[in-house]
């Protein structure tokens, strides 16, 4: 597997959900959770906004925009607008104090 | 239009005016006010520039909307709010309206936990914090000049609590809240802090129509108790078992007190108001009480916690001490408003005694309440009446008391002897016609109803 480094872990904080942009392919999303960092795709599967302008609540990342929730890990759905799909979450690892993801399709 | 440059989303706050020859309406002189102040549109479209478009406007109790995202939606004047706790625990309110054609963005009364608002035109999704989120991403963010950025919904200028009450004004001019109350918060603790705890709204909002004119109710309160010796006098019969007596208590421990146009009348007898709620478990609960609140507020404002009692605070806020009945008389036209009313507890009272303010408060401030009806009736016809095309031009009387007035150096604002009098009122229209002159703040502020200095109003003088 290949890692992409994203951030530093000191540039994440709680309750925040922090966009990263990656060369080559639409913007990661990092937020804390379960006691690590997650990464997730940044644009919502509903509308294409930014899941950065969201939030963490109850183990599941909140949209802002519409207020779909997904839950962190499996990425699936609940109280979205019809036609949501799953959001994609990306295995994690944090190296040299930096937040790292597998990327891969 | 259709140069299609780019817009001003920048929310406006619009600018008051001067209208001396409606103030003139009030006269000072002869303790006369014109009837025209009543029914005349262009009077109450000057009213809403004037008065709801700067005064400080009551919202909400904190104790409604504990939680991030707890709301609840209000009118200033006849604009629609919504008041939204912040992440942050901060109180924001916005207008509740769509920057994008202007649609409501808020359909219910209330709700807890809200995560933002969203328009049900097209779409445009707001935080709580009244920011633009987000559009629909595959439309709008294809267009490279659309300033997602620049928009919100309209902040409401200022909001400020005093004591768990919620206020807000239009205008980023406005004085502060605590300036805009004075000396005026000595009387509004006799309710809002006469117990450590503080205070919360229980049992919701009870809303009603009555088609009269909104100062009609406001002067009620801010100091008509001559009213209820014959508007009351049945259903006080009823409830109490015998008549309202206009008894000395009236005349030597009473008083009326006025501050920028609030004002408060009331006599000195400990539990009046809160006998005619119906049940004597509560008298005995507010007699319980005194020496706690005696030793906070002294003997005076102890005594006043559930005496024969009614407040205004300018322009359309009211409350009953002792009733605990707290509304806003929310104007709808010049001759209809639209009242909202909640009950007012201390956090710290028993849950049976909660509960029988709020059913005494349901029985006799509510829309099918026994003093509410006799009231609405009134208001009513007087606004109807007022009307009349020769009717119109008739002076009407508001000179009871007018050689009252005392000095009173223990108590802050303008005192007049005896609850029976029509100094608090003659004070309240006074105070609008200062609204309906002045253009600027200095001068509203140091016009005459402002308070006269005293060396140390409140409790030093217990
Ligand atoms: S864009 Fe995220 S829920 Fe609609
Ligand atoms: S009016 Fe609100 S989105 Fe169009
Ligand atoms: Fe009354």
Known sequence: MSLTRLCALADLGPDKITRVEVEGRSPVALALADGGAVAFDDTCPHADESLSQGWVEDGRIVCAVHFA???????????????????????TEIRDGAVHADLAD | MC??????????????????????????????????VFHDEAIYQAELRQIFGRAWLFLAHESQIPGAGDFVR?????DDVIVVRQRDGKIGAFLNSCPHRGNRVCMVDAGKKARGFICNYHGWSFGIDGRLVGTDGKVYDTDPDFEKHAITLTPVAQVASYKGLVFGTFDPNAPS?????????????????????????????????????????AENFVGDILHAYWTHQSGAQAILGGGVD???????????????????????????????????ELVDYVFSQYDKAKDRLGETRARMVGAISSCTVFPNFSFLPGQATFRVWQPKGPNKIELYTWTLVNKSMPEHIKELYRRGTMMTFSPGGVFEMDDGEN????????????????????????????????????????????????????????????????????????????????????
């Open chain 2, 177 to 217: 809240l605590a300036d805009w109350f004075g000396p005026f918060t000595w009387y509004l603790d006799v309710m809002l802090d006469n117990d450590p705890e503080g205070t919360e709204f229980i049992g919701g909002c009870i809303r009603s129509e009555i088609e009269c004119n909104w100062k009609f109710p």
């Open chain 2, 3 to 36: 140069k299609a440059g780019r817009p001003d989303m920048k929310p406006a706050y619009p600018q008051a005016g001067s209208y001396p020859q409606f103030a003139d309406l009030v006269d000072t002189e002869r303790s006369q006010v014109d009837r025209k």
């Open chain 2, 74 to 78: 209000t009118k200033m004047g006849e």
């Open chain 1, 69 to 91: 929730e997904f839950e962190i890990g499996s990425g699936k759905a609940h109280n979205a607008p019809i036609g949501c799909g799953r959001l994609r979450f990306y295995p």
């Open chain 2, 379 to 462: 208001w009513e016809y007087c606004t109807k009446a007022n009307e009349g095309w020769v009717t119109r031009h008739q002076p009407l009387h508001y000179a009871l008391g007018i050689s009252s007035k005392i000095d009173a150096p223990d108590l802050p604002g303008h005192i007049h002897r005896g609850s029976l009098n029509d100094a608090n009122q003659r004070y309240f229209y006074t105070r609008w016609a200062e609204f309906m002159r002045f253009d600027n703040w200095s001068d509203l502020m140091t016009a005459e109803t402002a308070p006269p200095a005293k060396a140390a109003p409140g409790v030093a003088a217990e």
């Open chain 2, 246 to 280: 206009l008894g000395p208590q009236y005349d030597e421990r009473a008083f009326q007190a006025s501050i920028y146009g609030h004002g408060i009348e009331t006599n000195l007898d400990k539990t009046g108001n809160t006998k005619t709620l119906g049940y004597p």
